[in-house]
């Protein structure tokens, strides 16, 4: 199809060629650029690959608060339920809140990272302690 776009199939006619199909596969050319090769429109390839690694990314200095902020409240819950337990009793609430937790933003930053992900496997350890089923009630 040559129209919109450009596309060109691979076994078009091209300049010092005999009939018969080539070999190779398609390009996209650039509109009003004649169809250079299989290469003609790889220089954008970089620059979208770039794009969306910024996308996923996302801002790493936000990325960290948000986990060191997850993480800081992952163990205050951990202190409260251990003061619970040396009161012998406790907040029904507090392991709904802890597995609510488990899941989250755990940082840019690869000892961040590491430090969020330890803090989050000593929370799953309680909740297994105490039984918890692992369904958090949105009420």
Known sequence: MRGIGGVAAGGAMRPGRTGGRGAGGFTVGQPGAAAAGPH???AAVPVGLGLLALQEGGDA???D???RRRAESILDELQALQRDLL???GDPG???RLAALQS???GADPILRQAVQAIVLRARVELARRGWNGSVSTA
């Open 40 to 42: 003609a429109a790889g």
């Open 61 to 63: 200095p936000s990325r």
């Open 65 to 67: 608060r948000s986990a």
């Open 87 to 89: 009161r012998g009793g």
């Open 104 to 106: 989250g933003e755990e």
């Open 94 to 96: 507090r392991l709904e």
